[in-house]
């Protein structure tokens, strides 16, 4: 079956990085488009970033731009997000997604078939 399982998340102060990754398994991992998303507590799921098939598109929510970079690796079956700047408002669960692209839909939780348990990121002091 498939399996995407993330880990990275951790506490983190004001500033600093994280790296999150994302192992998938189960799947044809160069077929599908990869995605970010996050929830805070009592907040709804959001699109944070989507990579495309090769690695060569990217899309990023307006609030990480800047700050966030995704990346993958087909040959290991891999995503990862590179977090930099921390916000306390970046302080959520983060979950890998895979599903197929789409360049219009990326944003959508809809969008993606498979989703990880997600890991936990808190930034603060």
């Known amino acids: 079956q498939v399996q995407l399982i993330e880990t990275g998340g951790g506490l983190v102060q004001p500033g600093g990085s994280l790296r999150l990754s994302c192992a998938a398994s189960g799947l044809s991992f160069s077929t599908y488009m990869m995605g970010w998303f996050r929830q805070a507590p009592g907040k709804e799921r959001e699109f944070v970033a989507a990579?495309?098939?090769?690695?060569?598109?990217?899309y990023y929510a307006d609030s990480v731009k800047g700050r966030f970079t995704i990346s993958r690796d087909n040959a290991k079956n891999a995503v990862y997000l590179q977090m930099n700047s921390l916000k306390p408002e970046d302080t959520a669960v983060y979950y890998c997604a895979a599903g197929p692209y789409d360049r219009t839909s990326y944003r959508s939780t809809g969008q993606y078939y498979y989703w990880g348990q997600g890991t936990e990121v808190t930034v603060s002091s």
């Open positions: 990579i495309g098939r090769s690695g060569l598109l990217t």
